[in-house]
């Protein structure tokens, strides 16, 4: 059986009244009110997938208007909300019947500086206290109070690499028309070469 290749950092967004990351009982992080996101990293991910998800995540609109109570109208951001970000590479998984299989995760010696630097980019986005993070490789206890509960998940849509320009080529035409005594220094450098040969 041939596995799928699905290369997309994800998102499993979830709007809490608190959360909290502990390991072998101790506390990591714990946040109030806000949003737990459970980040999976792609082997082929970049800092665009991450600029577009941190953007996505901070202007997500899940909670109520506190001025008038209109629902899905205000962002983490728009209400100073805390935010606790969990490193979750079992998002890329691909079953290969009921076994999962992770080769689309990003390798841990790399995904581990981008999930830092996406927690900072967070922060840089936002505003840095009111970002908390997991135990990146550790065997994590993630309590999450689900408020609703209102659980999202998506993925970054397919972004293209910029086109690399190939250098123009100058046609017949465009000589045609170029003004008189104008010579491209490449053909200088390859007459006064030829005369050079010739002299010798």
Not at 79 to 96: A, D, R, W
């Amino acid at each position: 059986m041939r596995l799928q290749v699905v290369n997309a950092m994800k998102v499993v967004v979830q709007r809490v009244t608190g959360a909290k990351v502990t390991v072998d009982g101790r506390e990591v992080s714990c946040i109030n009110q806000g949003l737990c996101v459970l980040l999976g990293i792609a082997r082929d991910d970049s800092q665009k997938e991450a600029e577009w998800m941190a953007k996505k995540v901070l202007n997500l609109r899940l909670f109520d208007n506190p001025a008038d109570g209109k629902p899905w109208d205000k962002s983490a951001s728009d209400l100073g909300l805390e935010i606790l970000c969990v490193s979750q590479f079992t998002l890329c998984h691909v079953l290969k019947g009921n076994k999962p299989d992770f080769h689309n995760a990003m390798h841990s010696d790399l995904s581990n500086p981008m999930y830092q630097d996406f927690l900072k980019l967070l922060g840089s986005l936002y505003k840095p206290e009111a970002i908390k993070g997991g135990e990146f490789g550790a065997n994590m206890q993630v309590h999450i109070q689900n408020d609703g509960p209102v659980t999202l998940q998506f993925e970054t849509p397919n972004i293209p690499k910029p086109k690399e320009r190939k250098p123009q080529k100058t046609s017949k035409k465009e000589c045609a028309k170029a003004p008189e005594g104008a010579i491209a220094s490449d053909s200088v450098t390859a007459a006064a070469a030829e005369l050079s040969i010739q002299d010798s």
